[in-house]
């Protein structure tokens, strides 16, 4: 279940392992200028993106990749989490909120993340 599914498919995808690049096309299903960030990169010619390329180009898609570190780097990263040397600065907005985050972001004003709750006013 997609959360907020409008009928027409979702705006955005995030693959964060690579086995799921076969099936994500099916969650952008009939929207056009989708975005679907590639987090987590598949070993050198093991995957395909698993569909015909006729559709990206007729629903103008966009695909965004991303590197990340090594295992280990992730490894230490989870370390210091479990040590308790992490912290996550988040704040929950609500969704009349949106404009003013934005702009707030794109000046380089916000420390952490905004999360916007498409529940909340």
Not at 73 to 95: F, M, N, P, T, W
């Amino acid at each position: 279940r997609v959360a907020g599914f409008d009928g027409i498919g979702a705006h955005g995808v995030l693959v964060t392992v690579y086995q799921a690049y076969n099936g994500f096309i099916s969650y952008i299903a009939d929207r056009i200028g989708g975005k679907i960030m590639c987090i987590a990169l598949p070993p050198a010619s093991r995957i395909t993106l698993g569909t015909n390329p006729n559709i990206f180009a007729s629903k103008n898609l966009s695909i965004i990749g991303t590197l990340v570190g090594t295992m280990q780097d992730i490894a230490v990263a989870l370390g210091y989490a479990c040590r308790g040397q992490l912290k996550s600065i988040a704040e929950l907005r609500g969704l009349s909120a949106m404009p003013d985050s934005v702009q707030q972001l794109r000046r380089g004003e916000i420390a952490g993340r905004i999360v916007i709750d498409f529940n909340k006013e």
